[in-house]
Antibody
Framework: QVQLVESGGGVVQPGRSLRLSCAAS????????MHWVRQAPGKGLEWVAI????????YYVDSVKGRFTISRDDSKNTLYLQMNSLRVEDTAVYYC???????????WGQGTLVTVSS | DIQMTQSPSSLSASVGDRITITCRAS??????LVWVQQKPGKAPKSLIY???SLQSGVPSRFSGGGSGTDFTLTISNLQPEDFATYYC?????????FGQGTKLEIK
């Protein structure tokens, strides 16, 4: 069965950096694109980024472009989100999600909380 | 960006009822629409994809419909475990965008 386990969240000051990880199992990780989606406290879902199966294509929501970088290590079955120049408004639970071949998220991890606060 | 508008924002219903949530896209999304369910403190769960296809393992009381810009999620014979927040999302064009959510509460 598909399992996605996020880690790396925590409390960080504005302007600092944090790297999230998502360990995948139960499927052939290298064959699928992967997503990050976030949810601010008490708010709705916001799609953040996607990386293609071969890492050649990456797309981001405008609010994180130039600050966040999505990457993957297929040898470790792990997805990453490098978050730089963090802002208070980046405070959220960050979910990784597996993509199906049409591009939609079909399986979701349990999330990791990032709190940006001075 | 494609705007997704859900209605209503909240809904009260009873066990056994049939309810419908609507989602409108600001442009044609070629049926690249999903519905997800989220319970408090839990991860989202995929219910419907390609506007009307049921995710494996999801009960048949959930159904999706619509095309172009207007879509619906219908839940028949509401069960206690169905009370949650529901989101639509388009995956036709980047950035993917979600509706604002519909909170389904017990009457």
């Amino acid at each position: 069965q598909v399992q996605l386990v996020e880690s790396g969240g925590g409390v960080v000051q504005p302007g600092r950096s944090l790297r999230l990880s998502c360990a995948a199992s139960g499927f052939t990780f290298s064959s699928y694109a992967m997503h990050w989606v976030r949810q601010a406290p008490g708010k709705g879902l916001e799609w953040v980024a996607i990386i293609s199966s071969d890492a050649s294509k990456k797309y981001y929501v405008d609010s994180v472009k130039g600050r966040f970088t999505i990457s993957r290590d297929d040898s470790k079955n792990t997805l990453y989100l490098q978050m730089n120049s963090l802002r208070v408004e980046d405070t959220a639970v960050y979910y990784c999600a597996k993509s199906d071949f049409s591009g939609r998220e079909d399986y979701w991890g349990q999330g990791t909380l990032v709190t940006v606060s001075s | 960006d494609i705007q997704m508008t859900q209605s209503p924002s909240s809904l009260s219903a009873s066990v056994g009822d049939r309810i419908t949530i609507t989602c409108r896209a600001s442009q044609d999304i070629n049926n690249y629409l999903v519905w997800v369910q989220q319970k408090p403190g839990k991860a989202p769960k995929s219910l419907i994809y390609a506007a009307s296809s049921l995710q494996s393992g999801v009960p048949s009381r959930f159904s999706g419909g619509g095309s172009g810009t207007d879509f619906t999620l219908t839940i028949s014979n509401l069960q206690p475990e169905d009370f949650a927040t529901y989101y639509c999302q388009q995956y036709n064009r980047y950035p993917y965008t979600f509706g604002q959510g519909t909170k389904l509460e017990i009457k």
